[in-house]
């Protein structure tokens, strides 16, 4: 028993030695010779991207489509967030929608297909291959250039939110001041209270 563990703990040694010397070894010839010696992996091609395979659907990309910023379901979610938030998310949400109605871009989004690299450090060009991809690619439009009609919903949007958002924020402050006027009222009641002369001191005494 003790010669196996003595074999074991000599082989663990000579083998931790080994893995050293050789990382050792690669760091010096690569310090040295860098890529001089090394094997490059060739791809098949001249690597320009393939055509793309009969499958891929759609074929073409899409016509370019509006996406509002101000959806109904967003709208009814900001909602919801101010009831139970008490107010408190209509100070947000009313300057994202300011920020929103002043912006001067909008956005569009197309269906697109095409060819994408596949980045392979190890071949010579960085590119091992071409895949095909497919979905939405956005774009940010400026308003000048864009439909009409879609910057006018955007900003009605906007700005509905940003009336909806104001009332609450305006009930709120009306809310705050009464209840502090109120609490300054009740206030000064009970300090005229206190300092009114007592009914015993008001009746003289008979001679």
Not at 2 to 13: H, I, P, Q, T, W
Not at 17 to 46: E, K
Not at 48 to 70: C, I, K, Q
Not at 81 to 95: E, H, K, N, P, R
Request: hydrophobic content about 35%.
């Amino acid at each position: 028993m003790g010669n196996y563990l003595s074999n074991l703990g000599k082989g663990f040694v000579r083998s931790a030695v080994n893995q050293v010397g050789r990382d050792a070894g690669r760091v010096v010839s690569n310090q040295t010779f860098g890529d001089a010696h090394s094997t490059p992996i060739r791809g098949v091609g001249n690597g320009t991207p393939p055509p793309l395979a009969n499958n891929a659907m759609p074929t073409g990309n899409s016509d370019f489509e509006y996406v509002p910023e101000t959806t109904t379901n967003r709208m009814i979610a900001w909602i919801v967030a101010i009831v139970l938030t008490f107010g408190l998310a209509a100070v947000i949400c009313f300057f994202k929608s300011l920020s929103s109605y002043n912006k001067k871009t909008i956005r569009y989004r197309r269906y697109e297909v095409g060819q994408e690299a596949i980045i392979d450090r190890r071949y010579r060009n960085n590119v091992r291959g071409y895949q095909t991809v497919q979905g939405y690619k956005y774009y940010d439009v400026p308003t000048m250039q864009a439909n009409p009609n879609y910057v006018k919903k955007h900003k009605k949007n906007a700005m509905i939110l940003m009336i909806i958002s104001g009332v609450v924020m305006l009930i709120a402050v009306n809310a705050i001041v009464s209840v502090s006027t109120k609490k300054n009222i009740s206030k000064e009641k009970t300090e005229i209270v206190n300092n009114a002369p007592s009914t015993t001191d008001s009746v003289s005494q008979p001679q």
